[in-house]
């Protein structure tokens, strides 16, 4: 049975720091391209974060260059999105992605507000 589930969201203040994860069972996520989606309030889904299955491609998108990073732990079976000098437009739900040709895995979203 596939499973896809993320934790750490939460509210933290303005220049914050946050770190969502998403663990898989069911299967390896070091055989698939993970991305990260955000989708803020009244808002469509947006790309966030994207690393390849072999792990040595990753893009960040360019409003978040420099503050959020993404990264993998193969052991946890998990993908780790590292966000640092949180903002108050980064306030969204944020989704884990999975996808190779056959397969596409979503996470259940978590919150990430921030504001003082």
């Known amino acids: 049975q596939v499973h896809f589930v993320e934790s750490g969201g939460g509210l933290v203040q303005p220049g914050g720091s946050l770190t969502l994860s998403c663990q898989a069972s069911?299967?390896?996520?070091?055989?698939?391209?993970t991305r990260w989606y955000r989708q803020a309030p009244g808002k469509e889904r947006t790309f966030v974060a994207i690393?390849?299955?072999?792990?040595?491609?990753?893009k960040i998108a360019e409003s978040m260059k420099g503050r959020f990073n993404i990264s993998r732990d193969n052991e946890k079976n998990t993908v780790i999105l590292q966000m640092n000098g949180l903002k108050a437009e980064d306030t969204a739900v944020y989704y884990c992605?999975?996808?190779?040709?056959?397969?596409?895995?979503w996470g259940q979203g978590i919150q990430v507000t921030v504001s003082s």
């Open positions: 992605n999975a996808a190779n040709a056959v397969n596409n895995y």
């Open positions: 069911g299967f390896f996520i070091s055989t698939y391209t």
């Open positions: 690393m390849s299955g072999s792990g040595g491609y990753t």
